[in-house]
C-alpha cells in the first residue's frame, strides 16, 4: 500500500464508548497531522506530531487523546464525545516537520467520518 | 485575526472555463497551496505559489499577488470529474497553515 490510510472509514458510537482510530503512511514521512473536517468550516488543526514527538496541540478537548507510537503509525483515541464531535476526521503526513512549503506538501488520508449519538 | 475568504459553491458547464477566488489577511506570508477534494476522498495537492504570479499546470493554473492578498485557481476545458471542492490555505510566518472553508464546485453537462 502507498499513501496514507486510516480506519475506520465511518464510526458511530455513543457518547459513552471508546473507540480510537487509526492512521498509517507509507512514504517515509517525518511528520504526521490530525484534522477535524466539519461541513462548510475550514480544516481545524488538533495535533501535530514531529519524529514522534507532540509538537503542537491546538487547545483540543481531551476527550480526544493521540498517540504516536512510530513515525508511520498515529492514532487519535476517542471517549465520552459530544454530538458536537461528529465530523470527518484526516489525518496528514509530510516531509519534513519544519512546516508547509512548496517542497513539504500534505498528504492526506480519506478520512474517518464519525458520528456521534 | 487571520481569514481566509472564498466562495462557498460555485456551477460551470463542461468544457468551459471558471476562475475561483481566494482572500487572504494571514500574520506572514509562506506560501499559497491549493487543493482538491472529491466528496468522500482525500484532498489532494493542486499548487503553491510563494511569489507574485501566475503557475501553470496542464488544464489548471494558480495566481497569487501578495500586495493585493489575493489568488484564483483557474480551471480551463472542465470535464464532469472536476466536480468538486477547492481548498485554499495560506503558510503563515509560523508555517501554520490557515484554511479556508472551501469552494464546492459543480460541473453541468
Known amino acids: 500500500e502507498t499513501g496514507v490510510t486510516q480506519t475506520p472509514r465511518h464510526l458511530v458510537m455513543g457518547m459513552t464508548n471508546k473507540k480510537s482510530l487509526k492512521c498509517e503512511q507509507h512514504?517515509?514521512?517525518?511528520?504526521m497531522y490530525w484534522y477535524k473536517q466539519s461541513a462548510k468550516k475550514p480544516l481545524e488543526l488538533m495535533f501535530v506530531?514531529?519524529?514522534?514527538?507532540?509538537?503542537e496541540n491546538n487547545s483540543v478537548p481531551s476527550r480526544f487523546s493521540p498517540e504516536c507510537p512510530n513515525s508511520s503509525h498515529l492514532f487519535l483515541h476517542l471517549h465520552t464525545l459530544q454530538p458536537e464531535d461528529s465530523a470527518l476526521y484526516l489525518c496528514a503526513s509530510s516531509q519534513s516537520p519544519s512546516g508547509p512549503s512548496g517542497a513539504n506538501v500534505l498528504t492526506f488520508g480519506a478520512g474517518s467520518r464519525l458520528t456521534v449519538l | 485575526g487571520q481569514n481566509i475568504d472564498q466562495p462557498t459553491e460555485m456551477t460551470a458547464t463542461e468544457g468551459a472555463i471558471v476562475q475561483i477566488n481566494c482572500t487572504y489577511q494571514t500574520s506572514g506570508f509562506n506560501g499559497l497551496f491549493w487543493y482538491q477534494q472529491h466528496a468522500g476522498e482525500a484532498p489532494t495537492f493542486l499548487s503553491y505559489n510563494v511569489l507574485d504570479g501566475l503557475e501553470e499546470k496542464g488544464r489548471f493554473s494558480s495566481f497569487l499577488s501578495r500586495s493585493k492578498g489575493y489568488s484564483y485557481l483557474l480551471l480551463k476545458e472542465l470535464q464532469m470529474k472536476d466536480s468538486a471542492s477547492y481548498l485554499c490555505a495560506v503558510a503563515d510566518s509560523n508555517y501554520q497553515l490557515i484554511w479556508g472553508a472551501g469552494t464546492k464546485l459543480i460541473i453541468k453537462p
Open positions: 512514504l517515509g514521512h517525518n511528520a
Open positions: 506530531y514531529s519524529l514522534e514527538e507532540r509538537v
